[in-house]
Structure formats: C-alpha cells, structure tokens
C-alpha cells in the first residue's frame, strides 16, 4: 500500500531520519509510538507528502508521492490532526461537509448525491450529531476531536492517518474511537496508520506497532506481543514498566511501576561527577528529592553546566574546553569531603577528566561511598588508563548501578536507614 | 453567540434587510450632498432620463456615477478583506496589509509629482504600484516558506520602504502635489476619471464571479496550509490565484478612489459574525454590504460639510467602528 525506502530527513542541522525503511500493509492497523520529539509526526507528515525527504522514495500502491495530484492522494488518505484550535467559527456541519471536497466536481464543487449520507453518517459515527448546528470555536477539544474525525471520515479514502487523535477525549469516547478504528478496518478495509500515546488501546487494535527511539530510529517493528516488551518499553521511556497480558483481550498491558510517595532523599549530602549531559537526570532527580548537591568540576557550556545552573545547583567551574586544572581539582575535593556519597555518572574518559577518578580514589581512603553509573570500557579514551582507574575503585569498594533508577532505590534504601 | 437553530429567524431577518439596504443607500446617496433632492423630485428626474436641466445633469451626470463608483469601491474592498481575511487566517488582514497602500500610494504619489494629471495617469500609476508590491511581497515570501506569518511580515516590511520612499518624494514636492497626494491619500470618491465606470464594473465584478467560484477553496484555506491540502488543495497554486484576484481589486479600489480604509478589515467582519464563515454566502453578503457601506459613508461626506467634502475615510472609520464594537460586544466568546 504504501511503501517508504530508505528515507532521509532532517529539520535544519538535526537529523530525524537516518535511512528509514518501511512498508505499510493494504488494510492493517499501524500503530507508531515512541517519546516526544522522536520524530512520530514527522513520519507521517513524509508519508502524506507535507515534507520532502532528503533522499529516498515513497510509493503509494507503486505510485511515487511526487506523481500523485494533491486531488488524487486526498482521495486516496484522509488525515486527523492534532490541532485543538480553529479560528473560524464554521458550524460542525459545515466543517465535516469540507471533507467532501475532494469528490466534488465542476467548476463550482457543487455538493452531489453521495455527499450528504457520507457526512450523516460520519456524524453519526463520531457521536456529533446533535452538535451539527455548533460552532466548531464553542466545542471542548475533546468535541472537536471528534469533529475533525468525523471531516477526516466523511473523506471516505482507503488509508486514515491519525495524529494523536485520542489525547483529548474521555475514556468512553477513546474506547468508542478504538471500536470504531477496527470496525472500520474489518468493514470497510480500511488501513489505519496512527500515532499514540496510549500504549494500551495501540496495543489492543493494532495488527502492527512501530516503535521509534528518540533519534528516529526503529527500535521494534512487529505485532504487539513482539514489540511491548518491558526491555523494549523500558529503552524507550525510561521508566519501568510492567508489561502484562491482559486476561480479557490476550493483548499486551502496560503499567508504569509509579511510586506514589514522592521520593525524599533531604538526610543526604551527595556529590556528582559528570558531564556532556550524562548527569541531566540525576541532577533534575536528585534535586527534586531534596538531596544535598553539589556537582563538578564542570566545563562552561557543558549541558550538565547549564543544567546545575539552572537548578542553583553549587558547581565547581572550570573554563569551557580546558582540562580540569590543578586550583580547580582542589576545590572539588574540597567541596567532596563534605559530602557523604559521591556519585560518578560521567561516561566520557579523556586526558581532561581523568583527575577525577583519582579524587573518588581519594574519597574512598576517607570510609565514604562512591557509586558508579553504567561504567564502559568503550567510552574510554585514555588508553585503558581510566578503565585501569574504574576497575580498581570497584576493587575498593565502589558500586556499580546499571542505571540511574536502580541507584534511586539504592539511595532510598539509605535515606530509610 | 448567534446560532443557526435559535436565531434562524433573526438570521432571516437580518439578511432580508441586508437586500434592503442597497435600494436604500442608493436612494440617499442620490438625493443627499449640497442640493438636496426628495424622494419625489428623484424620482421623476430618473423617470425623465438624462437631459440640459441643471437637476438633470447633476443626478445624471454627477451623482449616478459617483453613488454607482461608491458601491463598486466598497464591494471591492470588502471582498478583497474577505479573501485576505480567509487565506492569511488573520481576523485583522485588510486590503492593503501586504504593502499594497504604501505600493499605490507611491505610484500616484510619484506621478502626482512628476506633474501628471490626476484623473487619468494617477489612477494608473496607482494601480501598477498597487499590483506590483504586492507581487513583490509574494515573491519575497515565497522565497521563504509563504506561511501567512511571512507573508504579512514581508507585506509590512516592503509597505514600509515604500512609506519611506512616498515621505521623500512628498518632501521634495511642490506644494500643490503633495496637497493633491495628501487628498488622494485620504481616500475620495470625486477622483475617478468619467470614463472609469465603464470598465471597473466588468473588473470588479468579474472579481466577485471569480471569488464566487473560488469559495469552497477559501473556506478550506482558513483550516490552515497542510489541512487544506489533506483535503485535496494545491496550496500554492490556490493561495497564488486567490492573491492575484484580491490584489486586483484592491488595486482598482485604490486606483479609482485613493485609500479608503476600514471597508476592508470590518465589513468582512461583520458579515462573519451575522452569517457565519462559509464563503458561499459572506462573499456575496459582504459585497452588498460593502456597497450599501460606502454608498452610505460618501453621502454623508458629502453632505456634513456641504458644499465642501470630508474624506470619505473618516466617515467610514467613524460609522464603522462603533457598530463592529457593537457587534463585538454582543456577540462575545468568538469572532
């Protein structure tokens, strides 16, 4: 039906798409998740022929895109946007009867014979019938959800994009919408290519899901049992999360592991090397949690910089692009004496940043705890020299965490204690 | 808010008077100004036909075509508000938002002071500059992305180098052109050659046939650039064609009667807010009452300071905005 090769885009110097290939079946129902700003809507904006990719092609039924009139594709997908705004106050009507353009003829696109059983039931089918005589400015997004789907099915094509078109609804009106999603495969054929944030009902209705990491890439494309796995899931959203089956539906169901108490960690004092954004989420984390803080050395303009500044976070400073110097070095192992638990996140080793290593050594000798975050001997740049250094302080004593959530719950096993 | 069910009644009436309104305009645009004439006296000079008597030839000579210049001006402008209003998605675009003012201004402006006379070349002049900046804004935007965005900063940024290029020239003029510009400026129905009539008619009302035509693609425009071409519109060719059309009868609104403001920006306007946004209806509406508007504004002009003129933009501006304030206030929660 529709089939992308090798698609490359990107949205001034950032890329989204690094060779994406992809093939959407005649009649299934794709789903597409994946964290915000990985490129979900991008995708289907290429697909639909809003953007041109840099290189590579997409067919509509062997058609490419750039052959088809704008006439033709419309007639061929129908898309609901996200939008939650309308400026012009059209009645529902008159909003849903715009659907039928693209079967109008003639000079003046006069409304034919078809056109107002396609919008009746469109209405009907969407639960917007009694609101016809509203102006589209006076409905709740959630009403005018539904508006812009009942517009995209009085379109009446083959293929229905959806754009996060369940974010505002109510939860009868997002079960109904689902129903209605697979009713219409099953009835009408039809091929639904969406895009969710609800992992569940994708998981429910969808025949296939893609998965998209963050720099838009395909992490998993399969059926939902294949693709809603918890390692999955959990490269994704970084959270974790229990992937069970539902016992009514035999499909997938996902359940953020929250903890509802909010983490409070104010009895420590904690320490926090890093840098180049490996520290982003401790520093947000930590800081929430109230811990005592302080980080660094830190170079000027580093995102982990920024980060700490923003937060008024104490950080040890050193000039942006220099190693750490000796004055610098000192202060931080100053500022380290003060702190019980000193935390390494840095996953970058160079001939600039391998002092610190030394400075968790030194915190050793004074009966303190150093933790690491994820250590790899690929990120090391000095030779095996830092390597040597991380290998021997986890001789000493130190802690490995194989990511920032299993070291939270380390920590809070200790703020208890 | 007006809504079809409640107020279809009301809705009915209001566009049972709107047809009213042209007969009537017209009527006190003929009979008003420095000789007054009554209902009776009209109508028997019109029944006579045109003829030497002094009532004869000022009705037929001078008030008959400047009544029929004034609703062509003011359909004009309305509907070129309307087409702006739709396509640009911007509630405050009017006419000349895209630097068409300052474009014409700085034609008539610069054959004014080249000693031109003003009821033939100026006209003109006014015209291409109209027409011209325009396309250069289009151009300049497209150059870009030709969201609405760019377009209306463009339209300010080149209607502004042509503002400053028009104050050089009026420095440097004699006197008596830059009075004639700053009149002609001002907006004023006694400017148009005689023989105008004739063909601005055909070419506004070819512009109205065209926008006609063009309405269920207007209406797709206001739902934004990628949903109107999820519903099968060729943007740029449509927005392209739509500005050419809207351009042309700017330019020939500005070109037979200097810059009348504020037809543009409120008839289209309250025309949304009595019938709705669909541009089936609010083109026609809002020609007729555009027309009825002007006829209107220009009788008084000319008759409060009898036999001298006001511009006609000032009435406009104070008739127009306390009704849109009005209708504004009475219908809160949405334009």
């Given at each position: 039906?529709?089939?992308?090769?090798?698609?490359?885009?990107?949205?001034?110097?950032?890329?989204?798409?690094?060779?994406?290939?992809?093939?959407?079946?005649?009649?299934?129902?794709?789903?597409?998740?994946?964290?915000?700003?990985?490129?979900?809507?991008?995708?289907?904006?290429?697909?639909?022929?809003?953007?041109?990719?840099?290189?590579?092609?997409?067919?509509?039924?062997?058609?490419?895109?750039?052959?088809?009139?704008?006439?033709?594709?419309?007639?061929?997908?129908?898309?609901?946007?996200?939008?939650?705004?309308?400026?012009?106050?059209?009645?529902?009507?008159?909003?849903?009867?715009?659907?039928?353009?693209?079967?109008?003829?003639?000079?003046?696109?006069?409304?034919?014979?078809?056109?107002?059983?396609?919008?009746?039931?469109?209405?009907?089918?969407?639960?917007?019938?009694?609101?016809?005589?509203?102006?589209?400015?006076?409905?709740?997004?959630?009403?005018?959800?539904?508006?812009?789907?009942?517009?995209?099915?009085?379109?009446?094509?083959?293929?229905?994009?959806?754009?996060?078109?369940?974010?505002?609804?109510?939860?009868?009106?997002?079960?109904?919408?689902?129903?209605?999603?697979?009713?219409?495969?099953?009835?009408?054929?039809?091929?639904?290519?969406?895009?969710?944030?609800?992992?569940?009902?994708?998981?429910?209705?969808?025949?296939?899901?893609?998965?998209?990491?963050?720099?838009?890439?395909?992490?998993?494309?399969?059926?939902?049992?294949?693709?809603?796995?918890?390692?999955?899931?959990?490269?994704?959203?970084?959270?974790?999360?229990?992937?069970?089956?539902?016992?009514?539906?035999?499909?997938?169901?996902?359940?953020?592991?929250?903890?509802?108490?909010?983490?409070?960690?104010?009895?420590?004092?904690?320490?926090?090397?890093?840098?180049?954004?490996?520290?982003?989420?401790?520093?947000?984390?930590?800081?929430?949690?109230?811990?005592?803080?302080?980080?660094?050395?830190?170079?000027?303009?580093?995102?982990?910089?920024?980060?700490?500044?923003?937060?008024?976070?104490?950080?040890?400073?050193?000039?942006?692009?220099?190693?750490?110097?000796?004055?610098?070095?000192?202060?931080?192992?100053?500022?380290?004496?003060?702190?019980?638990?000193?935390?390494?996140?840095?996953?970058?080793?160079?001939?600039?940043?391998?002092?610190?290593?030394?400075?968790?050594?030194?915190?050793?000798?004074?009966?303190?705890?150093?933790?690491?975050?994820?250590?790899?001997?690929?990120?090391?740049?000095?030779?095996?020299?830092?390597?040597?250094?991380?290998?021997?302080?986890?001789?000493?004593?130190?802690?490995?965490?194989?990511?920032?959530?299993?070291?939270?719950?380390?920590?809070?096993?200790?703020?208890?204690? | 808010?007006?809504?079809?069910?409640?107020?279809?009644?009301?809705?009915?009436?209001?566009?049972?008077?709107?047809?009213?309104?042209?007969?009537?305009?017209?009527?006190?645009?003929?009979?008003?100004?420095?000789?007054?004439?009554?209902?009776?006296?009209?109508?028997?000079?019109?029944?006579?036909?045109?003829?030497?008597?002094?009532?004869?030839?000022?009705?037929?000579?001078?008030?008959?075509?400047?009544?029929?210049?004034?609703?062509?001006?003011?359909?004009?402008?309305?509907?070129a508000g309307?087409?702006f209003q739709?396509?640009l998605?911007n509630?405050l675009a009017d006419p000349y938002l895209l630097g068409v003012s300052?474009?014409?201004?700085?034609?008539?402006?610069?054959?004014?002071?080249?000693?031109?006379?003003?009821?033939?070349?100026?006209?003109?002049?006014?015209?291409?500059?109209?027409?011209?900046?325009l396309?250069?804004v289009?151009?300049?935007?497209?150059?870009?992305?030709?969201?609405p965005?760019?377009l209306i900063?463009?339209g300010v940024?080149?209607g502004?180098?042509?503002?400053?290029?028009?104050?050089?020239?009026?420095?440097?003029?004699?006197?008596?052109?830059?009075?004639?510009?700053?009149?002609?400026?001002?907006?004023?129905?006694?400017?148009?050659?005689?023989?105008?009539?004739?063909?601005?008619?055909?070419?506004?009302?070819?512009?109205?046939?065209?926008?006609?035509?063009?309405?269920?693609?207007?209406?797709?425009?206001?739902?934004?650039?990628?949903?109107?071409?999820?519903?099968?519109?060729?943007?740029?060719?449509?927005?392209?064609?739509?500005?050419?059309?809207a351009?042309?009868?700017t330019?020939?609104?500005?070109?037979?009667?200097?810059?009348?403001?504020?037809?543009g920006l409120?008839?289209?306007?309250?025309?949304?807010?009595?019938?709705?946004?669909?541009?089936?209806?609010?083109?026609?509406?809002?020609?007729?009452?555009?027309?009825?508007?002007?006829?209107?504004?220009?009788?008084?002009?000319?008759?409060?300071?009898?036999?001298?003129?006001?511009?006609?933009?000032?009435?406009?501006?104070?008739?127009?905005?306390?009704?849109?304030?009005?209708?504004?206030?009475?219908?809160?929660?949405?334009?």
């Open positions: 039906m529709i089939q992308a090769n090798n698609l490359h885009f990107a949205f001034e110097r950032t890329p989204i798409f690094n060779g994406l290939d992809l093939h959407i079946e005649h009649g299934e129902i794709l789903s597409i998740i994946g964290p915000n700003g990985c490129g979900k809507s991008t995708l289907l904006r290429l697909l639909r022929g809003h953007l041109r990719p840099y290189t590579g092609d997409i067919c509509w039924n062997n058609i490419p895109l750039t052959k088809m009139s704008f006439r033709n594709l419309a007639r061929q997908v129908a898309m609901v946007p996200q939008t939650t705004h309308v400026d012009f106050p059209f009645t529902v009507h008159e909003m849903v009867a715009m659907g039928r353009y693209p079967h109008r003829q003639g000079l003046l696109s006069l409304a034919g014979n078809g056109d107002d059983k396609a919008i009746q039931e469109a209405l009907a089918l969407t639960d917007v019938l009694e609101l016809a005589a509203r102006q589209v400015t006076q409905l709740s997004g959630g009403e005018l959800q539904r508006v812009l789907l009942a517009r995209a099915l009085a379109q009446n094509t083959p293929v229905l994009f959806l754009d996060e078109a369940t974010s505002h609804l109510d939860i009868d009106h997002r079960l109904e919408l689902a129903e209605l999603l697979v009713r219409l495969n099953r009835e009408q054929d039809k091929t639904i290519v969406q895009i969710s944030h609800d992992l569940d009902l994708a998981a429910a209705i969808s025949r296939r899901i893609l998965m998209l990491s963050s720099h838009g890439e395909i992490v998993a494309l399969g059926t939902p049992q294949q693709v809603m796995t918890a390692t999955n899931l959990h490269r994704l959203f970084r959270v974790d999360l229990r992937v069970e089956t539902n016992p009514y539906t035999g499909t997938p169901q996902i359940t953020p592991l929250v903890n509802t108490a909010p983490h409070k960690l104010d009895h420590l004092k904690i320490h926090l090397f890093c840098g180049g954004g490996s520290g982003r989420i401790l520093l947000r984390r930590l800081h929430l949690a109230q811990a005592t803080l302080s980080v660094g050395p830190l170079n000027q303009g580093d995102s982990d910089h920024t980060t700490a500044l923003a937060l008024s976070i104490p950080t040890i400073e050193e000039l942006p692009f220099q190693p750490y110097s000796a004055p610098i070095l000192n202060q931080a192992r100053e500022q380290i004496t003060k702190a019980d638990i000193c935390v390494i996140a840095t996953n970058w080793w160079g001939e600039g940043n391998l002092d610190c290593l030394d400075l968790a050594l030194a915190v050793l000798d004074l009966n303190k705890v150093v933790y690491l975050i994820d250590p790899q001997q690929k990120n090391d740049f000095t030779e095996g020299r830092a390597w040597r250094k991380i290998e021997k302080l986890q001789q000493q004593g130190a802690i490995c965490f194989r990511n920032e959530e299993h070291l939270f719950e380390h920590l809070q096993a200790i703020q208890k204690s | 808010m007006l809504k079809t069910d409640q107020h279809f009644f009301s809705r009915r009436f209001s566009q049972f008077a709107l047809l009213l309104s042209l007969p009537l305009a017209f009527y006190i645009s003929l009979s008003s100004g420095s000789f007054g004439l009554s209902f009776n006296e009209l109508t028997a000079l019109l029944l006579a036909g045109p003829g030497e008597t002094t009532e004869q030839v000022i009705l037929w000579q001078i008030r008959l075509p400047r009544a029929l210049l004034a609703g062509l001006v003011g359909a004009a402008l309305s509907l309307a087409t739709a396509t998605r509630p300052g474009g014409a201004a700085l034609g008539a402006v610069a054959a004014l002071t080249a000693g031109f006379s003003a009821t033939l070349l100026v006209p003109i002049a006014a015209f291409c500059g109209a027409l011209g900046t396309l250069l289009y151009l300049v935007a497209r150059a870009h992305n030709c969201s965005h760019t900063l463009s940024m080149i502004s180098l042509a503002g400053a290029l028009l104050l050089f020239l009026l420095w440097q003029a004699p006197t008596e052109a830059a009075r004639q510009a700053i009149f002609w400026m001002a907006g004023n129905l006694s400017l148009a050659h005689p023989g105008a009539l004739s063909w601005s008619w055909l070419w506004i009302g070819s512009g109205l046939i065209l926008l006609c035509l063009h309405a269920p693609q207007l209406d797709l425009m206001t739902q934004g650039e990628e949903t109107a071409a999820n519903l099968g519109i060729h943007v740029g060719r449509t927005r392209f064609v739509l500005f050419a059309i351009g042309g009868l330019a020939a609104a500005v070109a037979l009667a200097g810059m009348i403001g504020f037809v409120v008839i289209p306007h309250i025309c949304r807010l009595l019938w709705g946004p669909g541009h089936r209806r609010l083109l026609p509406f809002a020609a007729l009452l555009g027309s009825s508007f002007l006829m209107i504004a220009d009788a008084i002009a000319r008759s409060v300071y009898a036999p001298a003129e006001i511009p006609v933009g000032v009435v406009t501006a104070l008739l127009g905005a306390p009704f849109f304030l009005y209708l504004l206030q009475r219908n809160r929660g949405g334009m």
